[in-house]
């Protein structure tokens, strides 16, 4: 990759410190921006990333130091204060309206106007429209944000931000919902603005994915910036080293469990596209997966990974086909039943679907497990308290207490306690839909450490991805989807990412395959 000339600093954060109350998020941080060049920021999930951004952006103020744009100091009364003076963020976190369309969730807060100070609906209909096709998305401008699936949403939130007349733009996990494709077409958009002078930030847990489109890099960990440099000169293993101090090989643990009786089986399942009735989203599917296995199911956006899970535990109807869980037959049964007979959902959205963003961490833990926890009419205290103390101890959820809120903790911790509470229900069969999503290195092998204890234990597991790596280290077996088929079945320890592309219809479509796999 070409890289960016020396050019000039945009923005600079100097020797800025945030406290909230006595914890330091920040510790007197140094960090700049060139213009026209992309500076890829790595750390842990509570390294100061975040903060720092918000602070970049407008959305909080520094407790020390200051920042520069142009060489000039600058202090931000609002997010919007920094969007008038060329600064713009992309959350983490989506923040979005559901109940809004596509093309006024882009304009919100600053809609256009014509003749007499009425809405020009129409010119930013077509200014969305014209956005959309930039990023390669064919989304209806006019469709509610809360209709489409989460990887639409985040491209919503790119287009938002892009069509906003940015020089310093903040990327802050955008990808983290997106397939292989859509992350080419997002990297194409970031050199054309790079192309005309805007600075990138951008942050990602993908390593490999941010150093590829990087001209700079830096690293914070515990709220301090450790280590600066070129995006050429630097590796893999340096970032991780930086971030974490550990090597990057060691993230994935060796899967030994031998294969034993089969737990999940699925014959000829086919699920109806929720956003499109005249598609199926599944199309006549069979799996059967075995007690100690981890299984993988890999494909494009759109291959029908999520709709399969979803269906599995009982979130969206079948339209034909068979599921059994260790022979019993859970085709019509609830939710609370299959939960009941051993299958647990870890969903694609934590925020959404996987936590009650008005409970505490121990309340969220133990609600799906709470009838393991009843005494008579009642929930046993004591019983309830140990439960949820072994659990925060076993999946290493860093928290002030079970009475934290939610809401305090790191993307990462908050993973760990969605996967907390699949694991209180005591499961035979572990689904779960990009574990990972949005998290740091160190969780992610937290994860995957505990994906592979449940296989020791005799659990099923069987997880969507989206990455390459984790696909072909953290599975004994993958299974390759494409547009709502099965199409191929892969040993990891013998297939190459280029192979897995392929299959997957991101190199060339497959050859269609039956249905069946075994």
Known sequence: MTRAPVAPVVMRAREVTKAYGGVHALKGVDFSVRAGAVTALFGENGAGKSTLMKILAGVETPSNGAVELDGEPVAFRSAADAVAHGVAIIHQELNLCPNLSVTDNVFLGRERT?????????????????????????????????????????????????????????????????????????????????????????????LEEALEIADDVAVLRDGALVA???ADEVDLGWIVANMVGRNPDDLYPRLTAPAGEPLLEIEGVSVVDPTNPARLAVDDLSLTVRAGEVVCLYGLMGAGRTELLEALAGRSPMRAGTVRVGGHDVTSTSIAERIALGLVLVPEDRQRDGLVQTMSVGDNLSLAAIGRLLAGPFIAGRREGDAIARTISSVTVKAAGPAAAITSLSGGNQQKVVLGKALLTEPRVLLLDEPTRGIDVGAKADIFALMAEQARQGVAVLFATSELGEALNAATRVLVMYRGRAVQVLDPATTSKEELMAASGEAEPPAPANGAIA
Request: charged share 20%; proline share 3%.
């Open 228 to 230: 600066a440099g070129r």
């Open 114 to 206: 014509g003749w007499g100070g009425l809405l020009s609906a129409r010119g930013q209909r077509r200014t969305t429209a014209a956005l959309l096709a930039r990023l390669e998305e064919p989304i209806d401008p006019d469709t509610l944000v809360g209709d489409l699936r989460l990887g639409q949403q985040q491209i919503v939130e790119i287009a938002r931000a892009i069509s906003l007349d940015t020089r310093v733009l903040i990327m802050d996990e955008p990808t983290s919902a997106l397939s292989a494709s859509e992350v080419e077409v997002l990297f194409r958009v970031i050199h054309d603005l790079t192309g005309n002078g805007v600075a990138i930030v951008y942050i990602s847990h993908h």
